[in-house]
């Protein structure tokens, strides 16, 4: 169990990869019809039915003479789908801010991604970071593609994950904020370890070198094989809803949860 208290709203800079707004349309799912074995025509016309009944508004698509349908998600079935396909997945746009506060009920920690830049040390506060693989040992992390640290990173072809501990809400608070780099690495106590900013105190990290940058809609995801490691011991910063939240019990995972969880 946890328990929690507001976070500060600087902090919450980059809590998540934000959502990516889909096409106008919903031809773009017709292919998922063809592979339940329906003919592109049918499949339009069976989700054009589906938006007239449930209150779908059709629409000029800019730049074009074409009309669509703009529907809303829905779980319910309709006559001439496939079974247990929701036609709602036609929808043709999610609400970012909506599709970020449904993420926020994820529950993760908080990190700091350092690097080297031409012109020093740079790095922000996120959360989107997950293990990719044991072997070879790869991580992930997800950066906007606006974010200074994006540009170190790739100077440096390197960069560190710090995740942070339970009283390290200040350095969090420091790395999302928009200070000159110079001033967020002049408030914090830092080492250079394997080519990355270290960060001192924090409750464990790892040092990676760039493997490879992949396109993510308004973010990049950048790849990285882990050539250092370290850790300590005590709790965990833990981020849920845009508010902190601290430990209070621990139950055991089940064996088979604790292999399939713990890592890649």
């Given at each position: 169990?946890?328990?929690?208290?507001?976070?500060?709203?600087?902090?919450?800079?980059?809590?998540?990869?934000?959502?990516?707004?889909?096409?106008?349309?919903?031809?773009?799912?017709?292919?998922?019809?063809?592979?339940?074995?329906?003919?592109?025509?049918?499949?339009?016309?069976?989700?054009?039915?589906?938006?007239?009944?449930?209150?779908?508004?059709?629409?000029?698509?800019?730049?074009?003479?074409?009309?669509?349908?703009?529907?809303?998600?829905?779980?319910?079935?309709?006559?001439?789908?496939?079974?247990?396909?929701?036609?709602?997945?036609?929808?043709?746009?999610?609400?970012?801010?909506?599709?970020?506060?449904?993420?926020?009920?994820?529950?993760?920690?908080?990190?700091?991604?350092?690097?080297?830049?031409?012109?020093?040390?740079?790095?922000?506060?996120?959360?989107?970071?997950?293990?990719?693989?044991?072997?070879?040992?790869?991580?992930?992390?997800?950066?906007?593609?606006?974010?200074?640290?994006?540009?170190?990173?790739?100077?440096?072809?390197?960069?560190?994950?710090?995740?942070?501990?339970?009283?390290?809400?200040?350095?969090?608070?420091?790395?999302?904020?928009?200070?000159?780099?110079?001033?967020?690495?002049?408030?914090?106590?830092?080492?250079?370890?394997?080519?990355?900013?270290?960060?001192?105190?924090?409750?464990?990290?790892?040092?990676?070198?760039?493997e490879e940058i992949a396109s993510g809609?308004?973010?990049?995801?950048?790849?990285?094989?882990?050539?250092?490691?370290?850790?300590?011991?005590?709790?965990?910063?833990?981020?849920?809803?845009?508010?902190?939240?601290?430990?209070?019990?621990?139950?055991?995972?089940?064996?088979?949860?604790?292999?399939?969880?713990?890592?890649?």
């Open positions: 169990m946890f328990s929690g208290r507001r976070a500060p709203a600087e902090s919450g800079g980059n809590r998540t990869s934000a959502a990516n707004l889909l096409p106008p349309g919903i031809g773009w799912i017709a292919p998922l019809f063809e592979l339940a074995g329906l003919s592109r025509a049918r499949s339009l016309r069976i989700l054009g039915r589906s938006a007239r009944e449930n209150g779908g508004e059709r629409e000029s698509v800019p730049g074009t003479h074409a009309r669509t349908w703009r529907i809303t998600l829905s779980a319910q079935g309709h006559p001439g789908l496939p079974d247990g396909m929701i036609s709602a997945v036609a929808s043709a746009a999610i609400d970012p801010i909506a599709f970020r506060e449904v993420c926020g009920h994820f529950v993760t920690g908080v990190a700091v991604v350092t690097s080297f830049g031409e012109a020093g040390p740079s790095g922000l506060t996120a959360n989107a970071i997950v293990s990719l693989s044991l072997e070879p040992p790869l991580m992930v992390v997800c950066l906007d593609r606006t974010a200074r640290t994006l540009g170190a990173i790739e100077h440096s072809r390197s960069f560190g994950v710090h995740f942070l501990a339970h009283d390290q809400e200040e350095i969090a608070a420091v790395f999302a904020s928009k200070r000159p780099e110079s001033e967020k690495f002049a408030a914090v106590t830092w080492s250079e370890r394997c080519g990355v900013p270290l960060l001192e105190g924090s409750l464990a990290g790892v040092a990676c070198t760039l809609g308004d973010h990049v995801i950048g790849i990285g094989r882990v050539v250092d490691l370290w850790r300590s011991s005590g709790d965990p910063l833990v981020f849920f809803r845009g508010d902190y939240w601290a430990l209070t019990s621990r139950d055991p995972a089940p064996p088979e949860v604790d292999e399939a969880l713990e890592g890649p």
